[in-house]
């Protein structure tokens, strides 16, 4: 386990490298998962991170959620609503993996368009309906 946080640590110092120089640049479509797995470990303020993951690999469906979810946290909610639904139209509804994500992205759609805003109370909905 040490072993692969280790790797992890030094993927993203290198990562930040390399991405420092490309900000505005076409983003590598190999680093898709090292952008994503970069905004997972950096949920204070992990847009930069999510959106190059999102245009390296438009069609990977993970970093639109939690994008919309950081935007949702932050009371953003035009912007949650917005990747919420880029959620829903790229992701795989074949995928067992994602099965619980797109409830939960259709419960906060649903939530924040009748003006509930709160994170934490959108989370004990959507737990609750399971």
């Given at each position: 386990?040490?072993?692969?946080?280790?790797?992890?640590?030094?993927?993203?110092?290198?990562?930040?490298?390399?991405?420092?120089?490309?900000?505005?640049?076409?983003?590598?479509?190999?680093?898709?998962?090292?952008?994503?797995?970069?905004?997972?470990s950096n949920m204070d303020n992990p847009e930069r991170e999510f959106k190059n993951a999102i245009k390296a690999d438009?069609?990977?469906?993970?970093?639109?959620?939690?994008?919309?979810?950081?935007?949702?946290?932050?009371?953003?909610?035009?912007?949650?609503?917005?990747?919420?639904?880029k959620y829903l139209r790229v992701v795989d509804r074949h995928d067992p993996q994602e099965k619980d994500r797109i409830e939960m992205a259709k419960c906060f759609i649903s939530e924040m368009k009748a003006g509930n805003n709160d994170y934490n109370s959108i989370i004990g909905k959507a737990l609750s309906k399971e």
């Open positions: 386990m040490k072993k692969i946080i280790l790797l992890i640590a030094i993927m993203n110092i290198c990562l930040m490298g390399c991405v420092e120089k490309q900000q505005d640049a076409k983003v590598d479509p190999d680093l898709c998962l090292a952008w994503y797995n970069r905004g997972l438009p069609q990977y469906s993970p970093p639109y959620y939690w994008l919309a979810s950081y935007y949702c946290k932050a009371n953003r909610k035009k912007e949650s609503i917005e990747y919420f639904e």
